[in-house]
């Protein structure tokens, strides 16, 4: 049998990029960062997004049933921190200049690239719930440095210019 911690350790060991995810509805803005993002497929454009059901902000994903992934750039770790942290939810949106786009959910304006979704399955494994999230808006920066997560810190991967 293999121990949480053990597998945490290994998983540690994985680069996941670093994302906000976003809801809006009506009680209010909520977010979180997450690394357990990924591609499902591209007809339809569609993703997924892990969500532990012990968030305090998880009772909101599942009744907007719409969401953003705003995929941060290098510069945005302190977004990254915000968003992880017992800060409030009107306090982490003090971080970073939001707008929307088709749903309405917060984007980050300046995200490397932010895709604008809505749930269209959810299924709950151990103390996560999957959202599978078929994509209606997509905007990209013009930022050539993505934040990651290895090893238990940030990291940058991208272009780097030459001065």
Not at 19 to 48: H, Q
Not at 66 to 90: C, D, G
Request: net charge negative; glycine share 4%.
């Amino acid at each position: 049998m293999i121990e949480a911690k053990n597998y945490r350790d290994a998983m540690s060991l994985l680069t996941s990029a670093v994302s906000v995810i976003t809801t809006t509805g009506l009680s209010g803005r909520y977010g979180f960062t997450a690394s357990a993002v990924c591609s499902v497929t591209d007809t339809p454009p569609t993703l997924l997004v892990c969500m532990n059901k012990a968030s305090s902000s998880h009772a909101h994903f599942i009744e907007n049933k719409i969401l953003t992934v705003n995929v941060l750039s290098a510069h945005h770790q302190h977004i990254s921190k915000a968003f992880s942290s017992k800060l409030s939810p009107e306090e982490r949106f003090k971080h970073g200049v939001w707008t929307e786009l088709e749903t309405g959910a917060p984007v980050l304006k300046d995200a490397l690239v932010n895709f604008d979704c809505e749930i269209e399955q959810m299924q709950e494994v151990g103390t996560h719930t999957i959202l599978i999230c078929r994509i209606v808006a997509i905007q990209q920066s013009q930022h050539d440095q993505s934040l990651v997560y290895f090893n238990r810190a940030y990291h940058h991967v991208g272009q780097t210019e030459i001065a």
